[in-house]
């Protein structure tokens, strides 16, 4: 463990170089302003009241692998999941996931 | 003593200067929200959730919402004008006290809104969502008193019913024709879904009847897709004209039902759909928020006003391209606008600005197609994120189309829930 922790180190460095700006983990406010638009489409805290997919209360684990297929254009029939999904980055559809998989599944009116 | 202003003042520096109890004690910070559409109500609810030690006060003169969204649909018939009616009860169990008044001015330096019966309500922060206003000047021959002879149908309610009852009075053969305006104004592919639906009505109900599009640009928002859907579903039912033709439309005798352009060519119509210039509602105009384009400039990161001080704009009122004046970016500006002032009010930082926006069209009812963004602030401006966004692709079969027109229902249905609430 000793040995490993520099390299760690180097590794994590090496990361906060390359990376861009969006690839940080996001805030929980910040989590939250990401998440917001989701609503407007899949209803309030993520409970849809019609013809939309609702996505509170999914498997964390579930919904990150489906963003991730939306962004890399790979569910055929996709309409606007794709065009949206590639506006995010990975840390940022991690943070989605986190995001609704934590709401109940069903929010009471 | 430290007054409740000098808290406001000094943000988190005062705040950390002081015990607890005192914060407990000092009286709750005061947000007047103006307008109940997509911005301001999506602001007021937001404050709510964010910070329910603020007091939320929602100013609109009208007993209810009635969304422009799904208005092309009532005037094509396939629904009701209730069905796209929005009370704000929902919002008052939340806590929010509601004010049904119109607002006159706003008393900048005494931090108040003025009402229209003289009355005035004290604010911390401000947050105007006033929609759009019609230009009266800007389009001759056509003023308040030509919109009751041919409509504009661009603010839902009395004007799309209007716009109904004389779509139902046509007879078959006859003319419908509509001009439209040059960027930018209130939902940039709104009058094309409406040609497509009100071409769905004709069709079934006057199928001898034309529809002829006056436009004062050549290219607009989903062109190639609804041109496409037009000729799909209507053959040539549907004409339009560009501004390179022609379409550009510089005079109405709406008594005469004429539309004339700028080459003087005179459309007469049976029905006559004129779709003016427009510009940010009256109280941010005559509070001095709006540049020499009649829009308000504001902050990206807060969509705080550029020329006014402790006031938010968000919605069609403000100048926030690329993002378009939709009601979904309403919505999302409203939920940032709310995010920055409960962070500023409460000591704490605001949030980074994201937005999304989806505006689905029907070209038919069950023939969606839609153009989607991903927005973000970038070197101070709002941004576009490359690589993202984009519309429909041309020539998809008839499932998906029918998938996007389901999609719509579904949009309508989640933001108007997630904004007023529930239907009961």
Redesign the interface.
């Known amino acids: 463990m000793k040995q490993l922790a520099p390299a760690l180190g180097a590794a994590a460095l090496l990361m906060a170089a390359t990376a861009p700006v969006?690839a940080e983990t996001?805030s929980a406010?910040?989590a939250?302003?990401?998440a917001?638009?989701?609503?407007?489409?899949?209803?309030?805290q993520g409970a849809?009241?019609?013809?939309?997919p609702s996505i509170a209360g999914r498997p964390e684990q579930e919904l990150a692998t489906l963003l991730l297929a939306f962004r890399a254009g790979e569910i055929p029939?996709t309409?606007?999941m794709t065009?949206?999904?590639?506006?995010?980055a990975p840390e940022e559809i991690a943070a989605l996931a986190r995001y609704y998989a934590a709401l109940p599944a069903r929010s009471t009116? | 003593m430290i007054t409740r202003r000098d808290l406001l003042r000094g943000g988190a520096a005062a705040l950390a200067t002081l015990a607890a109890p005192h914060v407990a004690r000092a009286a709750p910070a005061r947000v007047v929200v103006v307008g109940g559409g997509f911005g301001g109500a999506t602001a007021a609810r937001?404050l709510r959730r964010l910070a329910p030690e603020i007091a939320v006060t929602l100013v609109d003169p009208a007993p209810r919402f009635v969304t422009c969204p799904f208005s092309n649909l009532v005037l094509a018939g396939l629904r009701n004008i209730g069905s796209i009616s929005h009370d704000f009860a929902?919002l008052e169990r939340l806590g929010i006290t509601r004010v049904q008044a119109a607002a006159r001015e706003i008393d900048q330096s005494g931090r108040r809104l003025v009402l229209a019966d003289g009355s005035a309500l004290p604010y911390d922060r401000l947050v105007l969502s006033p929609g759009v206003d019609m230009r009266w000047d800007a389009l001759e021959g056509y003023d308040e008193a030509a919109a009751s002879l041919a409509p504009h149908a661009w603010k839902a309610g009395e004007q799309t019913l209007l716009l109904r009852r004389q779509l139902e009075a046509l007879e078959d053969g006859g003319l419908v024709v509509m001009t439209v305006p040059d960027n930018p104004y209130r939902c940039p592919p709104g009058p094309y879904e409406r040609v497509g639906l009100i071409a769905h009505y004709l069709k079934t109900a006057r199928p001898r009847a034309k529809i002829l599009v006056l436009d004062a640009k050549d290219a607009f928002s989903k062109k190639a897709l609804f041109q496409e859907g037009w000729k799909a579903l209507y053959g040539d039912m549907v004409e339009w004209i560009g501004q390179a033709d022609d379409g550009a439309v510089v005079r109405v005798d709406a008594a005469r039902r004429e539309a004339v352009t700028a080459f003087g060519t005179v459309h007469k119509a049976a029905v006559l759909n004129v779709i003016p210039p427009q510009q940010a509602g009256a109280i941010a105009r005559r509070a001095g928020l709006t540049d020499a384009s009649g829009w308000v400039p504001v902050k990206p990161e807060s969509f705080a006003a550029r020329q006014g001080e402790h006031i938010h704009v968000v919605g069609d009122a403000t100048q926030a391209a690329p993002m378009p004046k939709s009601g979904?970016c309403a919505?999302?500006q409203g939920?940032?606008a709310s995010?920055a002032i409960a962070?500023e009010l409460g000591g704490?930082?605001a949030?980074?600005?994201?937005?999304?926006n989806?505006c689905y069209s029907l070209v038919g009812p069950d023939y969606g197609i839609?153009v989607?963004?991903?927005y973000?602030v970038a070197e101070g401006r709002i941004a576009?994120?490359p690589?993202?966004?984009?519309v429909?692709p041309l020539g998809a079969d008839s499932?998906?189309r029918a998938?996007?027109a389901?999609?719509a229902?579904?949009?309508?249905?989640?933001?108007t829930?997630?904004i007023w609430?529930?239907?009961?």
């Not at chain 1, 849809?48 to 939309?52: C, L, N, T, V």
């Not at chain 2, 229902?409 to 933001?415: K, N």
């Not at chain 2, 609430?421 to 009961?424: A, H, K, L, M, S």
């Open positions: 969006a996001p406010a910040d939250a302003m990401l917001g638009g989701c609503m407007s489409c899949h209803g309030p849809s009241p019609g013809a939309m029939g309409t606007v065009r949206l999904m590639k506006g995010f009116p | 937001q929902a979904f919505s999302g939920r940032l995010a962070a704490r930082p949030p980074r600005p994201a937005w999304m989806t839609s989607a963004d991903v973000r576009t994120v690589g993202a966004g984009g429909s499932a998906f998938a996007e389901r999609f229902g579904g949009w309508y249905d989640a933001i829930a997630d609430g529930p239907r009961r």
